[in-house]
């Protein structure tokens, strides 16, 4: 499970805005949403969140882009009380609260087959996710909105063994997760300056 997770995504700030001598921050919108999609041996269950923090800052000529994401553990709801506190019982939610992201880089990928909207980056990045740090490497779409935000959007699919997560179980084990797991991510960035305008 991993988000983003993700997230991973204002990523997109550093292809689109590189170079900036006094480049902005960006924080994270109010509208970007993160889904753990999975199965299990009754069906498929979908968890999601969309209270999401972090910040991105373009590159310069004398620095790397930057790029956090971070999501609480417990902000994840599966639409289910009990599938819930199992999600948070198998990801040690108490021990390590939060599902963290690092940029590492982000390069443009060739062949964008005509579309002139969508940027698609091959990024690099670390999760931390119950106290394992792992690299990642995910295909990132991203594209310019209106009033100088970036959209991202893109999906991996991961293991949570991966990262020491045993797949949930009820029932005494007559009903069991997979261990694949597939992240979706929907992320708005936009200037920080804007979100503080909206908030007075």
Known sequence: MKAKLLILFMVCSSALFAQQNNPTEYKIAPESHLWLIGSATTGSWTCGTGELSGYGIPSTSLRPAEVRVSIKVKNLDC??????????????????????????????LPGDNGD????????????????????INMQVNVRRLADKRIQAVGTIVMAMSDFNVTPPSALFGLIKAANELEVRFDITAEPSDSLSSSSQ
């Open 79 to 108: 639409g289910n009380r009990f599938m819930n506190n199992d999600m948070y019982d198998a990801m040690n939610a108490d021990q390590f609260p939060t599902i963290d992201y690092h940029l590492i880089s982000a390069r443009r």
């Open 116 to 135: 002139t909207v969508w940027m698609k980056l091959q990024t690099a990045g670390t999760l931390d996710l119950n106290g394992v740090s792992k690299q």
